[in-house]
């Protein structure tokens, strides 16, 4: 009967020792306490001038890209208008093939990287 009764005792310490353990997403920091390393530092606003001055350079910025893509445009259409009608239509035909093999260079492209991804899940 002691026997048995000094088993259940012993038995129940060692249950509630385990049932005490509390399980958290970053252990480390339950451990060390929060990193200082990670520490944001104060957020310093610009002057007024600074920003404007960005925001002007920016538009200014958006503006000299959009003419150099309309004079590209224009330089390619003025290219195309010179040839003869035969040159013409070599290039039009030339310019969907390689629009069809980009197509397809992207495709192999993705479906290579879909079977390397199931590989590693």
């Known amino acids: 009967m002691r026997k048995l009764i ?5 038995l129940s310490l060692a249950t509630g020792s385990c049932t005490a353990q509390i399980f958290h ?8 306490g929060k990193s200082h390393i990670n520490k944001k530092g104060p ?9 404007k ?12 890209k959009k003419d150099s893509e309309k004079s590209v445009k224009r330089s390619q259409k ?9 040159v013409q239509a070599r290039m039009k035909k030339n310019k969907k ?16 990287s879909k079977r390397a991804g199931k590989k590693y899940n």
């Open 97 to 112: 093939e390689v629009i069809i093999r980009d197509k397809d260079n992207k495709k192999k492209v993705k479906d290579g």
């Open 6 to 10: 000094l088993f259940l005792f012993v």
């Open 53 to 64: 001055a960005k925001k002007k350079q920016e538009a200014n910025d958006r503006k000299l």
């Open 25 to 32: 997403k970053n252990p480390e920091k339950q451990l060390f």
């Open 43 to 51: 957020k310093v606003k610009e002057p007024r001038k600074v920003l």
């Open 78 to 86: 003025r290219t195309v208008d010179i040839q003869t009608p035969e």
